[in-house]
């Protein structure tokens, strides 16, 4: 290994990287698909080119680059901050009272996938390279803030081996919670149900047929199957749900043009048709190990088509490719019913000002405990049948 020094260097346009050399870090062992799509140049990229972040976003770009002797070793996808909209583990209330004590919140630093609650590997590092490359990147964002004044530093949707390491590099730890749907080995989606208390498997095989009784047809397409017209329809839905969730969307129209050009291996996107016309849509990208429900959208309200698209489907999707769990998206207790239990979520925080960096700690301690509460009471309620203390009968 090369012991040169390291140089870290910050990057507003990843046009300017070699898409392999960023890969190389993004996803090490070369996997396809990749263990994170999110992260990977060709996501990440096509936010840029399409102005989804950017400028007069609140998402600008400043990627950190590590090199050693020439080569790049680490990469994170970091970005200036000036709202806290599109990040799905909100800083709302520490934004507040940064402002009640005199101070100005934004902008701060977020490594992060804009618009994306998916947990991946936030510190990408080549092989060989993990230790030096996440302590370097680390080191990095606690210094750009503290030089420039910046109220915080935040890593969010990290895995829990990067929010312990952060930890002990004086960042807080914060866990917050997901439903995530395991992969148990099931061999179709019968095989599912079977795992189920029997009131659950009725309910769940009620909802689908009342879904599948919409009056139309239910297709999951990927790859060459998905054509620009499918993209036409799925904007439809997006815009709609957008303007409901958040006032405007996130992604530009563009964005879909772009994934239709050099993502579409990455997507499954699962239409409702009805008479020949889109209806109903659910978006996933496709990982090696877990399959990311993003986005959803409509045009007709029909019974349980939101579970059919969105979840359901997903499922099936899952067993079919023997992809091993299922993260649906932020939020939603009612994904408890259907099988997607309470996950821990991880994420990073730094203030360098040391009276409120101890303030949010005792704040993410008590909060800490009470996620650790709901989550084991929730826990109770899975729809999994119970036998001898055990998940499964």
Same mark, same amino acid.
């Given at each position: 290994?090369?012991?040169?020094?390291?140089?870290?260097?910050?990057?507003?346009?990843?046009?300017?990287?070699?898409?392999?050399?960023?890969?190389?870090?993004?996803?090490?062992?070369?996997?396809?698909?990749?263990?994170?799509?999110?992260?990977?140049?060709?996501?990440?990229?096509?936010?840029?080119?399409?102005?989804?972040?950017?400028?007069?976003?609140?998402?600008?770009?400043?990627?950190?680059?590590?090199?050693?002797?020439?080569?790049?070793?680490?990469?994170?996808?970091?970005?200036?901050?000036?709202?806290?909209?599109?990040?799905?583990?909100?800083?709302?209330?520490?934004?507040?009272?940064?402002?009640?004590?005199?101070?100005?919140?934004?902008?701060?630093?977020?490594?992060?996938?804009?618009?994306?609650?998916?947990?991946?590997? *936030?510190?990408?590092?080549?092989?060989?390279?993990?230790?030096?490359?996440?302590?370097?990147?680390?080191?990095?964002?606690?210094?750009?803030?503290?030089?420039?004044?910046?109220?915080?530093?935040?890593?969010?949707?990290?895995?829990?081996?990067?929010?312990?390491?952060?930890?002990?590099?004086?960042?807080?730890?914060?866990?917050?919670?997901?439903?995530?749907?395991?992969?148990?080995?099931?061999?179709?989606?019968?095989?599912?149900?079977?795992?189920?208390?029997?009131?659950?498997?009725?309910?769940?095989?009620?909802?689908?047929?009342?879904?599948?009784?919409?009056?139309?047809?239910?297709?999951?397409?990927?790859?060459?199957?998905?054509?620009?017209?499918?993209?036409?329809?799925?904007?439809?839905?997006?815009?709609?749900?957008?303007? *409901?969730?958040?006032?405007?969307?996130?992604?530009?129209?563009?964005?879909?043009?772009?994934?239709?050009?050099?993502? *579409?291996?990455?997507?499954?996107?699962?239409?409702?048709? *009805?008479?020949?016309?889109?209806?109903?849509?659910?978006?996933?990208?496709?990982?090696?190990?877990?399959?990311?429900?993003?986005?959803?959208?409509?045009?007709?309200?029909?019974?349980?088509?939101?579970?059919?698209?969105?979840?359901?489907?997903?499922?099936?999707?899952?067993?079919?490719?023997?992809?091993?769990?299922?993260?649906?998206?932020?939020?939603?207790?009612?994904?408890?019913?259907?099988?997607?239990?309470?996950?821990?979520?991880?994420?990073?925080?730094?203030?360098?000002?040391?009276?409120?960096?101890?303030?949010?700690?005792?704040?993410?301690?008590?909060?800490?405990?009470?996620?650790?509460?709901?989550?084991?009471?929730?826990?109770?309620?899975?729809?999994?049948?119970?036998?001898?203390?055990?998940?499964?009968?």
């Amino acid at each position: 290994m090369d012991d040169c020094a390291l140089s870290v260097t910050l990057n507003s346009d990843l046009g300017q990287i070699d898409p392999d050399q960023w890969d190389a870090c993004a996803n090490p062992q070369g996997a396809q698909p990749p263990l994170d799509p999110f992260t990977t140049h060709r996501f990440l990229h096509a936010l840029e080119r399409s102005g989804s972040v950017g400028e007069g976003s609140g998402w600008e770009p400043r990627h950190i680059l590590v090199h050693q002797g020439g080569e790049l070793i680490a990469v994170a996808p970091l970005y200036v901050k000036s709202h806290s909209q599109g990040e799905y583990i909100f800083d709302h209330a520490f934004a507040q009272a940064y402002a009640r004590a005199g101070g100005r919140y934004y902008p701060k630093l977020q490594a992060a996938v804009p618009f994306t609650p998916a947990t991946g590997r *936030r510190f990408l590092c080549k092989a060989g390279f993990e230790q030096q490359g996440m302590a370097a990147i680390l080191q990095a964002m606690a210094q750009i803030a503290r030089d420039n004044r910046l109220s915080s530093a935040h890593v969010t949707f990290c895995t829990e081996a990067e929010a312990a390491q952060g930890a002990e590099h004086g960042f807080l730890h914060r866990v917050t919670e997901q439903f995530h749907w395991e992969n148990d080995g099931y061999q179709d989606f019968d095989g599912f149900l079977a795992a189920l208390s029997s009131r659950k498997r009725k309910t769940i095989r009620k909802e689908r047929a009342t879904a599948q009784g919409f009056g139309g047809t239910i297709r999951a397409l990927t790859g060459d199957a998905l054509e620009p017209a499918h993209w036409d329809a799925f904007w439809a839905f997006y815009q709609d749900t957008g303007a *409901r969730k958040w006032g405007t969307p996130y992604l530009t129209r563009a964005f879909f043009d772009l994934v239709q050009d050099q993502m *579409r291996e990455d997507v499954v996107l699962v239409l409702a048709e *009805r008479d020949g016309e889109p209806v109903a849509g659910a978006l996933n990208f496709i990982g090696q190990q877990t399959l990311f429900g993003r986005y959803w959208g409509c045009v007709e309200d029909h019974p349980c088509l939101h579970f059919e698209l969105c979840y359901y489907q997903a499922m099936d999707f899952a067993i079919a490719r023997g992809i091993a769990r299922v993260e649906a998206g932020a939020q939603g207790t009612h994904k408890l019913a259907r099988g997607y239990m309470p996950s821990r979520v991880h994420s990073l925080h730094y203030f360098p000002e040391t009276g409120f960096h101890k303030a949010v700690a005792r704040y993410l301690s008590e909060e800490g405990r009470a996620i650790e509460y709901e989550m084991q009471v929730m826990a109770e309620y899975a729809p999994f049948r119970k036998t001898d203390g055990g998940r499964n009968g």
